[in-house]
């Protein structure tokens, strides 16, 4: 049985850092790429960050780029996302995925997700 469990969100300030934390387990997590999506309130999920089977290649979403660095650590079966600079347009239920395709920003082409973690940014 695959399992995705993140951790690691909760309410900051503008302008603060959060690092999220995915572990699977059930799966050959080095022969996944992961990614971060990430769902507001009445909006639809989208992309945040993928990063490759090895860790050597990564690609991340314009609104986020040089504010999150996505990276993994395969001898733990853990996928991370650093988010610095927070805004409260950050604020969102972000969520790790794994993929076994080259597939980067569709949400339809990851075979497995978590159940979600709560970030809010707000003063």
């Known amino acids: 049985q695959v399992q995705l469990v993140e951790s690691g969100g909760g309410l900051v300030q503008p302008g603060g850092s959060l690092r999220l934390s995915c572990a699977a387990s059930?799966?050959?997590?080095?022969?996944?790429?992961m990614g971060w999506f990430r769902q507001a309130p009445g909006k639809e999920r989208e992309f945040v960050a993928r990063?490759?089977?090895?860790?050597?290649?990564?690609y991340y979403a314009d609104s986020v780029k040089g504010r999150f660095t996505i990276s993994r650590d395969n001898a733990k079966n853990t996928v991370y996302l650093q988010m610095n600079s927070l805004k409260a347009e950050d604020t969102a239920v972000y969520y790790c995925?794994?993929?076994?395709?080259?597939?980067?920003?569709?949400?339809?082409?990851?075979?497995?997700w978590g159940q979600g973690t709560q970030v809010t940014v707000s003063s």
């Open positions: 995925a794994a993929t076994s395709l080259a597939t980067i920003v569709v949400p339809e082409s990851y075979a497995y």
């Open positions: 059930g799966l050959p997590f080095s022969s996944y790429a």
């Open positions: 990063i490759s089977r090895s860790g050597g290649s990564t």
